[in-house]
């Protein structure tokens, strides 16, 4: 069993539309929970980081996480095609080289 | 704040021949720096950590002799791909963590390797 479960897509929705991403693990170590958005070509780039269970919001970015479920969402409002991108969970547990990656959705906004 | 510039974006090599790749955290300091190595459609694998002033750690199954890391300074770090192959050809990107509350970890914008 993979650490995270990414679905990886592709998901297509129309601008404007709500876009509901997510990700689960396994193992209760994880303490630090992160959204990437990537460009094709590109690095990752960080959306979010959070430590705590609940929502954390920035923009049209929200970030939640269950921990008692081991369930991480990131929701995109009022989606745009500049939001075409992959996106990335990353957790980390405590200490060193424990970040561990999902392997990303791909979406796709349409005008 | 917080920028990794890696260099260069891309790079065509013959087989048989080393490519170096550059990572420089540009306003902050590095004592860590990370590689890892991503092939299409798919997540990033963690190659090794670059450590400054010591040896590269490596993850399993990753060749030591062929990727060779050197971090010689607090912005610099190198991945040398030596005697590369085509199954070489990948997307490598480095990343450092110039403060993990504020920016997580920051990534640099890859390197796309072909192997011809």
């Known amino acids: 069993q993979k650490e995270v479960e990414q679905d990886p897509g592709p998901l297509s929705v129309p601008e404007g539309a709500i876009v509901s991403l997510n990700c689960t693990y396994s193992?209760?170590?994880?303490?630090?929970f992160m959204w990437y958005r990537q460009y094709s070509r590109k690095g990752p780039e960080l959306l979010m980081y959070t430590y705590s269970s609940g929502n954390k919001e920035d923009g049209r970015f929200t970030a939640q996480v269950d921990k008692s479920s081991k369930y991480i969402s990131l929701f995109i409002r009022d989606s745009q095609p500049s939001d075409s991108a992959t996106y990335l969970c990353a957790l980390e547990g405590t200490g060193a080289n424990n970040l561990f990656f999902g392997t990303g959705t791909r979406l796709t906004v349409i005008p | 704040g917080a920028v990794v510039s890696q260099h260069p974006s891309w790079v065509i090599c013959k087989s048989g021949t080393s490519v170096k790749i550059e990572c420089r955290s540009l306003?902050?300091?590095?004592?860590?720096m990370f590689w890892y190595r991503q092939f299409p459609k798919q997540s990033l694998m963690l190659m090794a950590t670059?450590?400054?002033?010591?040896?590269?750690?490596?993850e399993q199954g990753v060749e030591k002799d062929k990727f060779l890391i050197n971090h010689a300074s607090l912005t610099l770090s190198t991945l040398t791909v030596t005697s590369a192959h085509p199954e070489d050809s990948s997307f490598y990107i480095c990343?450092?963590?110039?403060?993990?509350?504020?920016?997580?970890?920051?990534f640099g914008s890859g390197t796309r390797l072909t192997v011809v």
């Open positions: 193992n209760s170590a994880f303490q630090y």
């Open positions: 306003d902050f300091q590095a004592t860590t």
């Open positions: 990343s450092a963590e110039p403060d993990r509350l504020v920016y997580g970890y920051t």
């Open positions: 670059s450590n400054e002033g010591s040896k590269a750690t490596y």
